[in-house]
């Protein structure tokens, strides 16, 4: 599986990308924060902020869309206009 964190959240946690081969646990994007959560800081305030979008193979989803193995799964903060 693929995580990929965009904009602002690659800022503030320093990374744009991560393969993870163990994804047992993982049914939706939010078992995906779930688990990046426990590292602690930044990642914690960065997506626990309820501010966070995603989408599973390039198409929006819900957090409590289902995922598996082989899927890319991004998260970005929503995007604002002005």
Not at 2 to 27: G, H, N, P
Not at 30 to 59: C, F, H, M, T, Y
């Amino acid at each position: 599986m693929k995580v990929l964190f965009f904009a602002s959240l690659r800022e503030r946690l320093q990374c744009d990308q991560e393969e993870w081969a163990d994804t047992t646990d993982i049914t939706s994007p939010q078992d995906i924060i779930n688990r990046l959560v426990k590292r602690g800081e930044p990642w914690e305030s960065a997506l626990q902020s309820g501010k966070v979008l995603v989408s599973i193979n390039q198409e929006m989803a819900q957090l409590n869309s289902h995922v598996k193995a082989g899927d890319e799964i991004a998260f970005f903060p929503p995007v604002t206009g002005g």
